[in-house]
């Protein structure tokens, strides 16, 4: 319909035409080459949208999409993190029980309860962007929760020996605390996150209905008995054992049991929810990304997604996503990081999970045992060879703000021998100097760890033990060949940095649960048999 004014507007051109030469007459004359140069980029736009849109649909991504992404606020990211790299990137994905939009009616507890993390891992994507590692973390692991952010603008205490998933309650309220958890997985593994993904029950649901169903197997038959224990009685038949395809509530529930499969645990667990997320990204790639099916799973995946600033738009997001399209299901390896029981809860296995840790710094595939023909030798000497560490335990103790140093050190003594016993952070941060401690009769050994670390100091104390206390004089020690070593050495040049790395040897703990990407989906039905 035509405004007044829009029917107004020639009867003043024409007086303008035929009146006397004004003022208004010049700005118009200069406003014209603007209009010109306003119609040239809107039909810029419109030409690169069609472009755009020929190409797997994304102009209707942009167009729908980009008021439908949450960000969480980055305030709340540690004050000292570890430093950015270029050898590949990672990503931390949650998985959210969220009590909001619609989330109690699908599993999430009561409305208006503290958000937590059900599920949590971190992706490595390698420089070359072709394969990935994606390491689980157990809700109920023990581990330090650094400072993080209050809703009162406060900060927290750091909090040894508290279970992980507690770190996205931090602050109590409804959503979580995502920046807190990526603070704690920080200092957990030394990795700078680079990108945050948390996806809450109705979006995970969303997204399994968009995609027509995921193809899971189950090892024996489940009833509502196992999803909720609490049950006086066994209940209906969920799933019928074998191979089936399930989506929305079915999923939900698949990736959630706990009980009547394996041992029960959290870890088993994980297991199928590594074996999910595989035959998601399966069906995802072999539906292929047409405009038809590309709108309804971006418009699923941001229903109840919140991402870090770096991702809060539909061009960052879709740029992110189509940046790892090349990664291939068969060069992408899921793991658990090293665990036992400790009692209910989950305890790190040390030094095996500093090894894992160090070697994603380096940006380097992983490898079970041996590191094979080809590869950079391990950090551990071979046989005939000195080692310096024998029948020498040393607990590790990380006394800066600086994450992941701790792992770092304890990584590279294990490969020189020695029995690292535990890690963690030192009774203060604030130690200028690296100290050796170690009780009576103890020297020798002591000596042979500051040896390692140039500038070390010795110190007599009354316990029988030997303490490594990292101070900021701390370096990377001098390990060639060893894992610990390659974050601050750079691919020799003209090498792709996503392929010239030779696998590292990591501990079995790591490897022999390790699940391939490409893996049948009815493979590895113990889940979760002992720790």
């Known amino acids: 319909m035509t405004s007044t004014s829009d029917q107004a507007t020639p009867a003043r051109h024409r007086r303008r035409r035929s009146g006397p030469p004004r003022r ?3 700005r118009g004359r200069r406003s014209a080459p603007r209009r010109t140069r306003r119609r040239i980029r809107a039909a810029l736009v419109v030409v690169l949208s069609l472009v755009v849109l020929g190409t797997a649909g994304a102009g209707w991504l942009y167009l729908r999409l980009n008021g439908a992404i949450d960000t969480f606020d980055a305030k709340g990211l540690s004050r000292s993190r570890p430093e950015a790299t270029s050898r590949g990137e990672n990503i931390l994905v949650i998985g959210s029980d969220a009590r909001t939009g619609g989330n109690s009616a699908l599993g999430g507890g009561d409305q208006g309860d503290v958000g937590r993390s059900d599920t949590a891992f971190l992706l490595h994507v390698y420089a070359g962007r072709e394969r990935a590692v994606a390491v689980s973390i157990p809700r109920d692991t023990l581990v330090t929760v650094p400072p993080c952010l209050l809703p009162d603008g406060s900060w927290t205490d750091p909090s040894p020996d508290t279970m992980f998933n507690a770190a996205f309650s931090v602050g109590g309220t409804e959503k979580g605390n995502p920046a807190c958890t990526v603070n704690t997985v920080e200092h957990l593994s030394g990795l700078r996150v680079d990108h945050t993904v948390v996806v809450d029950f ?11 169903g995921v193809t899971v197997c189950l090892p024996n038959d489940v009833y509502e008995g196992d999803l909720n224990p609490h049950r006086a009685d066994r209940g209906r038949l969920l799933f019928p054992e074998g191979e089936q395809t399930v989506s929305g509530q079915r999923a939900l529930d698949y ?12 870890i088993g667990r994980i297991k199928r929810q590594q074996a999910f997320v595989a035959a998601l990204l399966k069906k995802v790639r072999a539906d292929g990304l047409t405009p038809g099916r590309l709108l309804p799973l971006a418009e699923a995946a941001t229903e109840s997604l919140s991402v870090d600033p770096g991702l809060g738009s539909a061009d960052k997001l879709l740029s992110f996503a189509l940046s790892l399209k090349n990664i291939d299901l068969g060069n992408t390896t899921f793991v658990t990081i090293p665990w036992r029981y400790a ?15 160090a070697a994603l710094r380096a940006d380097r595939p992983l490898n079970a045992g041996d590191a094979g023909e080809g590869a950079a030798p391990s950090a551990t000497p071979g046989p005939g060879a000195s080692t310096p560490g024998e029948s020498v335990t040393v607990d590790v103790r990380n006394g800066t ?7 770092e050190a304890a990584a590279f003594l294990s490969g020189r021998g020695f029995t690292v016993t535990g890690i963690g952070d030192a009774e203060r941060q604030d130690h200028a100097a690296t100290v050796v401690r170690h009780g009576p009769g103890l020297r020798e050994r002591a000596e042979a760890v500051a040896a390692l ?11 029988a033990v030997v303490t490594l206390v990292l101070g900021q004089s701390y370096t990377t020690p001098d390990d060639p060949g060893g894992a610990t070593s390659a974050p601050d050495q750079d691919p020799a040049p003209g090498r792709d940095p996503g392929r010239s790395q030779d696998p590292v040897a990591v501990p079995s703990s790591v490897t022999t649960d390790a699940r391939p990407g490409d893996a049948s989906p009815c493979s590895d039905l113990s889940y979760g048999s002992g720790g």
């Not at 109705?202 to 027509?212: C, K, N, R, W």
């Not at 703000?401 to 792992?407: F, K, M, Q």
């Open 24 to 26: 208004g007459r010049a």
């Open 343 to 357: 009692g209910s809860r989950v305890a790190v296995v040390e030094p095996d999970a500093s090894r894992l840790w």
């Open 453 to 463: 670390f140039p500038g070390a100091e010795l110190e007599s104390v009354p316990e």
């Open 255 to 266: 990736v959630r049991i706990r009980h009547g499969i394996g041992d029960g645990s959290d």
């Open 401 to 407: 703000t600086r994450p992941g140093l701790a792992s």
């Open 202 to 212: 109705t979006g995970f649901a969303a997204l399994t209905s968009a995609v027509g």
